[in-house]
T-cell receptor
Framework: AQKITQTQPGMFVQEKEAVTLDCTYDTSDQSYGLFWYKQPSSGEMIFLIYQGSYDEQNATEGRYSLNFQKARKSANLVISASQLGDSAMYFCAMRESSGYSTLTFGKGTMLLVSP | DAGVTQSPTHLIKTRGQQVTLRCSPISGHKSVSWYQQVLGQGPQFIFQYYEKEERGRGNFPDRFSARQFPNYSSELNVNALLLGDSALYLC????????????FGEGSWLTVV
């Protein structure tokens, strides 16, 4: 079974609109962390936002917020006020307590922002 | 402060050859991990090193090896290259005690012909 599932291969959004990228995860650990990364065509994996399993509030970083629903095992990324520069691949990843500092990634979602 | 740096950025090798990729972590980070990202997929974990010891290994053949040096930099070696080894190789550094600090370099694009 996949540990990280991203069901949207591609998403389209108009500039200045908000968009939600879906991520569901599977783990039996009580302590884990969820990450979102942005990967432009250059290849660099850019850290966006982190949510710990014990964090009671949803994480926010500027225009990025993480809609964390622990019971449903979902960790959706919300980008508000999309910009043309947001066009990229977006990956959801999980670090489990047994995995030291290693990450398990989903297959990613390609986001295209149009003018 | 410098981020995670990797070298070389691009390289082309022939089947059967060997390749060495290098990674310098963020200053103060003692943990380094390597990932392979094949086109169209998410990164797959290869190795993790902390304090110069291997702490984790993904499902990769023995042709893949790595090491970490006293200054915490790391090398990934791949022997007997196959066409399927063509990928982006990403290095990540982290502070294991601080759970949300996992940062990646720009990667090394390897093409095997």
């Amino acid at each position: 079974a996949q540990k990280i599932t991203q069901t949207q291969p591609g998403m389209f959004v108009q500039e200045k609109e908000a968009v939600t990228l879906d991520c569901t995860y599977d783990t039996s650990d009580q302590s884990y962390g969820l990450f979102w990364y942005k990967q432009p065509s250059s290849g660099e994996m850019i850290f966006l936002i982190y949510q710990g399993s014990y964090d009671e509030q949803n994480a926010t970083e500027g225009r990025y917020s993480l809609n964390f629903q622990k019971a449903r095992k979902s960790a959706n990324l919300v980008i508000s006020a999309s910009q043309l520069g947001d066009s990229a691949m977006y990956f959801c990843a999980m670090r489990e307590s047994s995995g030291y500092s290693t990450l398990t990634f989903g297959k990613g979602t390609m986001l295209l922002v149009s003018p | 402060d410098a981020g995670v740096t990797q070298s070389p950025t691009h390289l082309i090798k022939t089947r059967g050859q060997q390749v060495t990729l290098r990674c310098s972590p963020i200053s103060g980070h003692k943990s380094v991990s390597w990932y392979q990202q094949v086109l169209g997929q998410g990164p797959q974990f290869i190795f993790q090193y902390y304090e110069k010891e291997e702490r984790g290994r993904g499902n990769f053949p023995d042709r893949f090896s790595a090491r970490q040096f006293p200054n915490y930099s790391s090398e990934l070696n791949v022997n007997a290259l196959l066409l399927g080894d063509s990928a982006l190789y990403l290095c990540a550094s982290s502070l294991p005690a601080i759970l949300n600090t996992i940062y990646f370099g720009e990667g090394s694009w390897l093409t095997v012909v």
